[in-house]
Structures are given as C-alpha cells and as structure tokens.
C-alpha cells in the first residue's frame, strides 16, 4: 500500500518545486522590467542620456551609438548630460 502511495508523493513534491521555481522566475520578469523604466540611454555623439522613452533617442540615433546606462549616476559619472526635452535626472 504504501509503495503505491511513494509515486504520488514524488509527483507532488515536484509539482510544488516546479511550481516554485516557474514562479521566481516570473518574478524575476517582473524586475527586469522595472529594471528597464529606470535605465537611461545614452547618446555617444552627443553626450546626453534619456530616457528611454524619448522620441529623440527613439528617432535617427543609430544603435551602436546608443549605451545604456541603469541610472541616472551611471550616466553622469560617464561624463553624459540629462537631455533638456525628457529630463532624465527629474523623476
Ligand atoms: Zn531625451
């Protein structure tokens, strides 16, 4: 009787692990998306960080010209200035 029960005791077990495990991992979705509102863009020929909403960062800037930056000091202490249209460093 008992050995019946072992099987189904496993499946539970790694029902719940699985379960466990697909949950921190969408949570870790959920961070990297806060994750990124906060980041800036910076502008390597001109610069200036954004936010990454910006329609000038969004426009003509080529990719390989753009860095990211996780927040407004990273960007600073690289030497960029916030951008006067989407006033990056104003929250
Ligand atoms: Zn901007």
Redesign the pocket.
Known sequence: MIKKVIPFIILVVVLIVGFNAYKSSVQEDFNDISHEEVNRIGESYTGIY??PG?P??QGDTVKAQRIEFENNKAAKDAGYAP?K??K?DED
Do not use: I, N, W, Y
Request: with cysteine; charged share 35%; hydrophobic share 10%.
């Open positions: 954004h936010r910006c000038k960062v951008c249209r989407c990056p």
